[in-house]
């Protein structure tokens, strides 16, 4: 069983930053994960994502702004944030792919395990 623990989200101004972690039961080495984040009254969305092999996707309005990374001996999966802006507030979910292939890394079928999410909240 895989458990995915985020950690990290708040109340921040426009322009500040947010560091999210993501914990995990599991080498995040053997895994293709991901970031989503849903908004109230939208969709689950695709924020960004790291292969096994260690390539990043990033979501076009968060390109430039935010970076994913991995760190293979504390199992931990971080999305750096920075430039915040108030159409980012959402809840910010950690995911997990197990499969040999990333497959659609920016669709949230693909993923196999979820945490249960961090709130993230950028006031203006």
């Known amino acids: 069983q895989v458990q995915l623990v985020e950690s990290g989200g708040g109340l921040v101004q426009a322009g500040g930053s947010l560091r999210l972690s993501c914990a995990a039961s599991?080498?995040?080495?053997?895994?293709?994960m991901g970031w989503f984040r849903q908004a109230p009254g939208k969709e689950r969305e695709f924020v960004a994502h790291?292969?096994?092999?260690?390539?990043?996707y990033y979501r076009t309005t968060v390109k430039g702004r935010f970076t994913i990374s991995r760190d293979n001996a504390k199992n931990t999966v971080t999305l750096q944030m920075d430039s915040l802006k108030p159409d980012d507030t959402a809840v910010y979910y950690c995911?997990?792919?197990?499969?040999?292939?990333?497959?659609?890394?920016?669709?949230?079928?693909?993923?196999?395990?979820w945490g249960q999410g961090t709130q993230v909240t950028v006031s203006s």
């Open positions: 790291i292969s096994r092999s260690g390539i990043t």
């Open positions: 995911a997990a792919n197990g499969k040999y292939y990333e497959g659609d890394y920016y669709n949230s079928e693909t993923y196999d395990y």
């Open positions: 599991v080498p995040v080495s053997n895994y293709h």
